[in-house]
């Protein structure tokens, strides 16, 4: 089966740090794309930042998070990781990994950032 | 960064009946290798989005026929051909022809 499971959610305290983990299975992980979006609580999707396979490396961020945010993948372990620094309130939100041109999800991991 | 605009914002359709929704660019999405990178996605509430479309026209694995897509330059439309229950939900453009990757507001679908 084609999926991609995260973990790593949770609750933080503003400036707190949290790092996701998004481990992919069914399909050959290390010649895709990965990207990482969110959707903060009633509201629409966002992209957060991208990492291309070994084949095209590339990493892309939203101008908004870049510098607290930064995407890793390990393909030996099939695995992609966001690490996310100075947590702030308007970051809650449900994390989404997705692969590729976004054709494989995962199924969301919360992110509460609450004093 | 390129700006999406999905329209209607909400839509109440008729089980059975055709549905349509546009998605507009603020730049035009093809790409210098020859794609148009313009990508719906559907979601139900409390669950991810699932992907119905890619490069305007092409159904991921999976997606009812009843799903088509068409477009080209700024203006893009996803069509129902026969609305279901299960159709129901919200529905994202969003361009990959350049990063930042960005999404439409969503087209929120019920049923009459």
């Known amino acids: 089966e084609v999926q991609m499971v995260e973990s790593g959610g949770g609750l933080v305290k503003p400036g707190g740090s949290l790092r996701l983990s998004c481990t992919g299975s069914g399909f050959t992980f290390n010649t895709f794309a990965m990207n990482w979006l969110r959707q903060a609580p009633g509201k629409g999707l966002e992209w957060i930042s991208s990492i291309g396979p070994t084949s095209d490396f590339y990493i892309h961020y939203a101008d908004s998070l870049r510098g607290r945010f930064t995407i890793s993948r390990d393909d030996a372990q099939n695995s992609l990781y966001l690490q996310m620094n100075s947590l702030r309130v308007e970051d809650t939100a449900v994390y989404y990994c997705?692969?590729?041109?976004?054709?494989?999800w995962g199924q969301g991991a919360l992110v509460t950032v609450s004093s | 960064d390129i700006v999406m605009t999905q329209t209607p914002h909400s839509s109440r359709v008729t089980l059975g009946q055709p549905a349509s929704f546009s998605c507009r660019s603020s730049q035009d999405l093809l790409h210098s290798g020859g794609d148009t990178h313009l990508t719906w996605l559907h979601q139900r509430p409390g669950q991810p989005p699932r992907p119905l479309i890619y490069k305007v026209s092409r159904r991921f694995p999976g997606v009812p026929d009843r799903f088509s897509g068409s477009g080209a330059g700024t203006d893009f439309t996803l069509k129902i051909s026969r609305v279901e229950a299960e159709d129901v939900g919200v529905y994202y453009c969003?361009?990959?022809?350049?990063?930042?990757?960005?999404f439409g507001q969503g087209t929120k679908v019920e049923i009459k």
């Open positions: 969003m361009q990959s022809t350049e990063f930042p990757r960005t």
């Open positions: 997705a692969a590729g041109g976004v054709e494989i």
